[in-house]
Nanobody, 120 residues
């Protein structure tokens, strides 16, 4: 199994910044994709940003130019730098990883979520 632990959420004013961190641990053979999703009350969980092991990135249109995803493969970690936060950004942000625990067993793993609140 793979465990993901997020940190860095909190309260920030509109226009402010936050940096989320997520570290993976456990029986990791290799991590293919790591990313961030978010879920606001009454809404479906949506992709915010992802980055694969080759360095390719994918962003939701709503965060392009404001959020930046990065990975530290040596630490099995992923980060989300969120700038220019808007009132529509508050949600629980979840770390996600697609990982192999051995040469053939792949799984989709989730963190417990971290709350991001944007309010003046």
């Amino acid at each position: 199994q793979v465990q993901l632990v997020e940190s860095g959420g909190g309260l920030v004013q509109p226009g402010g910044s936050l940096r989320l961190s997520c570290a993976a641990s456990g029986s990791i053979f290799s991590i293919v994709d790591m990313g961030w999703y978010r879920q606001a009350p009454g809404k479906q969980r949506e992709l915010v940003a992802s980055k694969n092991s080759g360095g390719g990135t994918n962003y939701a249109d709503s965060v392009k130019g404001r959020f930046t995803i990065s990975r530290d493969n040596a630490k099995n970690a992923v980060y989300l730098q969120m700038n220019s936060l808007k009132p529509e950004d508050p949600a629980v942000y979840y770390c996600n990883a697609g990982a192999y625990t051995d040469y053939r067993n792949w799984g989709d793993y989730w963190g417990q979520g971290t709350q991001v609140t944007v309010s003046s």
